[in-house]
């Protein structure tokens, strides 16, 4: 598929959610490390940007107005760091302020274009009064150059103690501390703490052309919607009786749990999802919109109860689906609180009673 529009956005109906009450046992502590050890950190990864914000976005006026607040002696926000199991430290805020003091003292500004080619680091957009425009680091001089690099950035380590599990602590702190650019959304942040094969096979699955059909938008959803909707499948997938609210933490769990996505249910339904949606796309056109809007709830009960049957041909799926949308016991599961425990076991029983034609 070709690089997505930023357009590209999937329409659902709005689900409610509980949100989750999460209390954990951690250890917050400031550290002061000096500019030139963070850069170097980063360089023996002992520091590390989570590969979903690994895309560097700052203009080189910006990073000029940081290190020229450095080298006046300005204060600079606090930057967050996660320490993780390889006792390595995860950025959880504060990644274009880390990269630009990297770049900086590299002498170049970004990484590489596809040619392999790099922009010389020389400070810009400055005063014109400004003593420090125009010059790169080698530039400046030595008593500057070694301010600048025993210059020291507060940073707070956040460690979790208890429970031993990490996961769902940092999936929150990243949550609430990262402010990077535009608010991560749930399912963008899983990827960053959960990450493993199962990101890249599900990203697989999702660019599917039946799927896509389903959907009705060509490209991956830039808010990752889609892949949050195709985790939820799996999440339920054989397994739905064991779910418990809320969504985003079963969601969460899942995840974590199935990060090599090798298991035999995983290789089930990694077999079994192309000839789902290959089935569901070519007998209904634009289907799972009761109201006009996608409606995730009734998408993960009916393609559930598609995917857990031996075998069913397109004409019997068509009129048992014609059947399902119009029944009453099935469409009240479709409003309200949609991912209470009890509403979604109900939601996909009738929906396999239905679709497995097993309705009096």
Not at 20 to 30: A, G, H, K, L
Not at 77 to 100: A, C, K, T
Request: proline share 4%.
């Amino acid at each position: 598929m070709t690089d997505q529009p930023e357009e590209d956005e999937l329409k659902t109906e709005e689900e409610i959610d509980d949100t989750p009450f999460v209390e954990f046992d951690i250890s917050v502590s400031p550290a002061d490390p000096t500019l030139e050890l963070l850069a170097n950190k980063v360089q023996q990864k002992d520091i590390i940007v989570p590969f979903y914000q690994r895309k560097y976005v700052w203009k080189i006026e910006q990073a000029s107005r940081l290190i020229e607040s450095f080298l006046m002696g300005l204060p600079v926000p606090q930057v967050f760091l996660y320490v993780n199991e390889e006792d390595q430290l995860e950025v959880i805020d504060g990644q274009q302020r880390i990269m630009s003091v990297k770049y900086f003292f590299e002498g170049y500004f970004g990484e590489p274009d596809a040619q392999g080619r790099r922009q010389v680091f020389r400070l810009k957009g400055l005063s014109e009064r400004s003593e420090y425009n125009g010059k790169a680091f080698t530039e400046l001089s030595t008593r500057d150059q070694r301010r600048l690099r025993n210059t020291s950035l507060r940073a707070i380590h956040i460690k979790q103690l208890k429970p031993s599990r990490r996961n769902d602590s940092v999936f929150h702190i990243f949550e609430r501390l990262n402010t990077g650019g535009t608010q991560l959304k749930p399912q963008e942040i899983r990827n960053a703490v959960y990450r493993g094969k199962i990101v890249s096979e599900l990203s697989e699955l999702n660019e599917d052309p039946n799927w896509r059909t389903i959907l009705g938008i060509e490209h991956p959803d830039k808010n990752q919607k889609d892949l949050e909707i195709l985790l939820r499948l799996f999440a339920l997938f054989e397994v739905w009786q064991n779910y418990e609210k809320p969504m985003l933490i079963y969601l969460n769990s899942q995840m974590d749990k199935n990060r090599n996505f090798n298991s035999e249910r995983a290789i089930r339904f990694k077999m079994k999802f192309p000839k789902a949606v290959k089935l569901i796309s070519e007998s209904i056109c634009r289907p799972f919109r009761p109201r006009g809007v996608l409606n995730s709830a009734m998408l993960e009960s009916t393609m559930i109860s598609v995917l857990e049957m031996i075998s069913i041909t397109g004409e019997e799926f068509k009129k048992r689906y014609e059947t399902l949308s119009k029944d009453e016991k099935f469409e009240k599961f479709l409003r309200g609180a949609t991912t209470d425990t009890l509403i979604v076991k109900e939601r996909i029983k009738r929906a396999k009673e239905v679709i497995g034609n097993a309705q009096s």
